[in-house]
């Protein structure tokens, strides 16, 4: 099961990009990395998937450099309404793996005027 | 909206009560996920079901159990209620049983409040 470090929290302001690093020291070779976003008394809410290199969606980017022992969510331009809790997850619930049904903390983002 | 379908929303009860959450899950989705979210445990897994039989289990009471019906909705019971077990509740629900890439959709989850 690949143990997943973020930050406990992260400060940022209008407009800004904001990167979030999880490391994930033990990750599998099957393993998939999973972002997922939280907002208080909310399920949470798929952000964004992939496995190695840059995956971009209209809400995120991924970067995942070549060793696959970490990973940024990029969020560009943040906006108030991007303040929420940020999970890191890793594995693929097969082979009786559970890695990317285990959240974290998560990281708690704050968006400022 | 996920398409995942969580009731009752809110739940007040006694210690010592039982009660049964249900989740229907989005259309087509053959897995079903619990977890519970209290403010000081964060999210936690509870048991995972996969077109009936459960898949996978993680920080589940014994007091707690779960199933997976035929028509794919899924139930979550909580006995012997303790102040411990108010919390929010999700379901989630995904199209398969988890291979690699899989994804998972949650509900608006069940507030459960013991008293």
């Known amino acids: 099961l690949a143990k997943t470090t973020q930050p406990i929290s992260m400060d940022s302001y209008e407009g800004q990009e904001v990167n979030i690093t999880c490391s994930h020291n033990?990750?599998?070779?099957?393993?998939?990395i999973t972002w997922y976003q939280q907002f208080p008394s909310q399920g949470p809410r798929f952000i964004i998937q992939g496995y190695k290199t840059k995956v971009t969606n209209e809400v995120a980017s991924l970067f995942i450099p070549a060793d696959r022992k970490s990973s940024t969510l990029s969020l560009p331009r943040v906006s108030l309404s991007d303040t929420a809790v940020y999970y890191c997850?890793?594995?693929?619930?097969?082979?009786?793996?559970?890695?990317?049904?285990?959240f974290g903390k998560g990281t708690k983002l704050s968006v400022k005027p | 909206d996920s398409g995942v379908t969580q009731t009752p929303k809110h739940l007040i009860t006694a210690t010592g009560q039982r009660v049964t959450l249900r989740c229907s899950p989005r259309s087509g989705d053959l897995s079903v996920y619990w977890y519970q979210q209290s403010l000081d445990q964060g999210l936690q897994f509870l048991i995972q079901?996969?077109?009936?039989?459960?898949?996978a289990k993680g920080n589940i009471l014994e007091r707690f159990s779960a199933q997976q019906f035929p028509d794919l909705h899924s139930e979550l019971n909580l006995s012997s209620l303790e102040l411990g077990d108010s919390a929010l509740y999700f379901c989630?629900?995904?199209?398969?049983?988890?291979?690699?890439?899989?994804?998972?959709?949650f509900g608006e989850g069940s507030w459960l409040t013991v008293v």
């Open positions: 079901y996969y077109n009936g039989e459960e898949r």
């Open positions: 997850l890793v594995g693929t619930n097969y082979g009786g793996s559970q890695g990317n049904l285990i």
């Open positions: 033990n990750i599998a070779t099957n393993d998939y």
């Open positions: 989630a629900s995904s199209p398969n049983q988890g291979a690699a890439g899989n994804t998972i959709y």
